[in-house]
Nanobody, 121 residues
Framework: QVQLVESGGGLVQPGGSLRLSCAASGSIFSINATAWYRQAPGKQRELVAVITSGGSRAYADSVKGRFTISRDNVKRTVYLQMNSLKPEDTAVYSC???????????????WGQGTQVTVSS
């Protein structure tokens, strides 16, 4: 079955950087888009960044200029490079993929388990 596994989270000081990874495993026919979400304590989950199969990218206003989403198709991995981190970036970050598992199935969303990012002095 399809699995998404995030890694790279941790504790970092304000102004620091982290790179999150989301590795996909299992049989996948095609992927329409992958994205990163985050949910901070007491706040709603928000879309952080998305990349389509064609390579188009979009970002939340709060992270524009600081975060970069990228993809390595050979490694089947999506990355989120986070620079100039702020305390308000503290959240659980999760990756999701809109994909087809077979030629006959329609697109469905798969989610990773999430990785904690804490930005604090």
């Amino acid at each position: 079955q399809v699995q998404l596994v995030e890694s790279g989270g941790g504790l970092v000081q304000p102004g620091g950087s982290l790179r999150l990874s989301c590795a996909a495993s299992g049989s996948i026919f095609s992927i329409n888009a992958t994205a990163w979400y985050r949910q901070a304590p007491g706040k709603q989950r928000e879309l952080v960044a998305v990349i389509t199969s064609g390579g188009s990218r979009a970002y939340a206003d709060s992270v524009k200029g600081r975060f970069t989403i990228s993809r390595d198709n050979v490694k089947r991995t999506v990355y989120l490079q986070m620079n100039s981190l702020k305390p308000e970036d503290t959240a659980v970050y999760s990756c999701t993929a809109d994909l087809r598992v077979t030629y006959y199935s329609g697109p469905v969303d798969y989610w990773g388990q999430g990785t904690q990012v804490t930005v604090s002095s």
